[in-house]
């Protein structure tokens, strides 16, 4: 039936009549046009004026991991309804708009520095202000280069060297006496 009212033009019944089947029974038809009736109606009334709102949970802006992947979390709302989530210009549509969205998206990360986008668009095609997230993907430990003079009767000296390509957050040093009765790290 609501299929038959968009159809005709006739949109609030259309969308009554959908959203009334789709609660009895779940169907990829009736989303369909459920969305595209609900689209049609806002064109109609020109009621949409303002883009979606896009927040991100998880990770913060500046993230460092050694994973392969990231899970993506955050919330897209819209006065209206949100179509879909864009991420680096790829967008993965909803299957039902909706006016609040939480959304959990895996995303491959690259070794080093990547940086991701995310957007949200409505029914009306407006598109949310953009949200960057820069992920260093950091697979390697850092280097560590000692050397050391422990001249008889003289208190153990050394140069030491730290590097990594993302930095050192911490290093801890503890000074031992081994069984040879020298000083070691």
């Not at 989303?31 to 004026?49: E, G, I, V």
């Not at 949200?131 to 993907?137: C, G, H, K, N, Y």
């Amino acid at each position: 039936m609501g299929i038959a009212y968009f159809y005709k033009g006739d949109y609030e019944k259309a969308i009554k009549a959908l959203e009334t089947s789709l609660a009895a029974a779940e169907s990829a038809r009736a989303k369909f046009y459920l969305n595209k009736a609900r689209q049609s109606w806002l064109r109609k009334m020109q009621l949409d004026t303002i883009a979606p709102a896009l927040s991100v949970q998880f990770p913060p802006p500046r993230y460092i991991t050694n994973k392969f992947s990231i899970t993506i979390k955050g919330t897209a709302r819209d006065n209206f309804f949100v179509s879909s989530l864009i991420i680096n210009n790829k967008p993965s549509d909803l299957e039902l708009s909706k006016k609040d969205v939480t959304f959990e998206e895996e995303v491959t990360l690259q070794p080093g520095e990547n940086i991701l986008t995310l957007q949200a668009r409505d029914l009306m095609d407006k598109i949310s202000a953009p949200v960057t997230l820069r992920i260093e993907t950091d697979r390697q430990g850092p280097l560590a280069f000692f050397q050391w003079d422990t001249g008889a009767g003289r208190i153990p000296q050394g140069q030491r060297v730290l590097y990594d390509a993302s930095e050192v957050v911490k290093c801890v040093l503890t000074s031992k006496t081994s069984h040879s009765g020298r000083g070691s790290w």
